[in-house]
């Protein structure tokens, strides 16, 4: 289980500084998707050997400063339910305000682990003033200034330290399966669909705690575990705001799984959200089946689906090599080729394809398309190998890795789709200088 910490507070109290703080820890695992306005709210960290999800709240609160209250306590009630433990931000410059005391209201009552932290203290003066925040019963604060990082290292120390040790309840050799999709977009109703037969043979995974569901299909020759998030919007006073809770939920079922199957809803489209969660999918190099729900209902000609599918491709481009599948669970029609494409998107994300084979097909081609002349000298790529990771990524060893840009980089990318199967699966590249073909 991948472990969240939700930065919570009143807004302008530094939340997303400290977020980037934080998720710029380890660059490398911080990666901004350009056009998906919502990314810089969710980040990964790594600090001691641990590594861990950060969510800012704050980019999700809206409107004008008499909604404020309403809609930072919706967000704090959500992180509070869904995460691990919280960062509590406050500006020791304004001291403790009205709608401070409302949040820490909610933290105390949660039973959360809650690390206060008294941001803008960047001298001696503004420590000693941090002692009005004991007021709010929450422990001794957390004195730093995220702008320039002071204090955050000790706060890392003790967060790391407060984090629930990650359970591993899966066989690694396993697919896991996540069912995501904004509520009422029927994950519901598949995950009943699927499991709802032969129930002697589903077995529900222990220490499932935090309400995502994680079930043992096996049937039908399939042997998979499902990770879902339907069904799981129990209090009534979340549901109204429903972009940052299926954001939130969505990323702990992403980071649980190797295969998304997510459900949009044929009526209403690919909306904002839906493409946000999307990018979460392929940010966390995860694969993915897009499940075109509720296909029934919709008037269709002889086009109906190319037309659809065309309108799905163009919104999530350029990563659009994703199996699309129309189905109706209510009338359980096409439900089981959802299944049989995520398998084959599992073994797509799992295939290792051999450096001879590589380079036999791709060195040829850069040769007949090399990359562009920049400031009059050549790139040359003399190498191509397949990286020892978990999920597909390559390297292009050559002499100027630092000239080759995201067009080239791309045109590589579709070349490789064609030639090999990658359907549902983000693919990473990486040019690297010919001299650290080691690495």
Known sequence: MSNIIAIVGRPNVGKSTLFNRLTESRKAIVDEQSGVTRDRHYGHSEWNGRRFSVIDTGGYVRGSDDEFEGEIRKQVEIAVQDSDLVIFVVDVEAGVTDLDDAVAALLRKSGKKVFLVANKVDHSQRANDSAVFYSFGLGDPYCISAINGSGTGELLDDIVLALPNEKDDFEEDIPKFAIIGQPNVGKSSLLNMLTGEERSIVTPVA???????????????????????????????????????????????????????????????????????????????????????????????????????????????????????????????????????????????????????????????????????????????????????????????????????????????????????????????YFRSKGKQED
Not at 259 to 267: K, L, N, P, S
Request: proline share 4%.
């Open 207 to 429: 220490g499932t705690t935090r309400d995502t569901i994680h079930q043992r299909y096996n049937k039908f020759g399939h042997d998979f575990y499902l990770v879902d998030t339907a069904g799981v919007r129990r209090k009534a006073r979340v549901k109204e705001d429903l972009e940052f809770y299926s954001v939130l939920r969505s990323i702990r079922a992403i980071e649980d799984s190797d295969v998304c199957i997510f459900m949009i809803d044929a009526e209403k489209g690919v909306h904002a959200q839906d493409l946000a969660i999307f990018h979460l999918i392929e940010k966390n190099r995860k694969g993915v089946v897009i499940v075109v729900n509720k296909w029934d209902l919709m008037e269709k000609d002889n086009s109906s689906v190319k037309k659809f599918t065309d309108y799905i491709e163009t919104k999530i481009a350029p990563f659009n090599d994703v199996p699309i599948v129309f189905t109706s669970v209510h009338e359980k029609q096409r439900v089981f080729k959802a299944l049989e494409e995520a398998v084959r998107v599992y073994e797509n994300r799992s295939r290792k394809i051999k450096t001879s084979a590589l380079n036999d097909f791709l060195l040829p081609l850069i040769e007949n398309y090399p990359p562009p002349t920049i400031k009059g000298k050549y790139i040359k790529i003399k190498y191509v190998t397949q990286l020892p990771t978990r999920t597909p990524q390559f390297a292009f060893f050559c002499n100027l890795p630092q000239y080759l840009n995201e067009s080239y980089r791309r045109f590589l990318e579709n070349k490789m789709r064609e030639k090999f199967d990658f359907s549902g699966v983000p693919i990473e590249i």
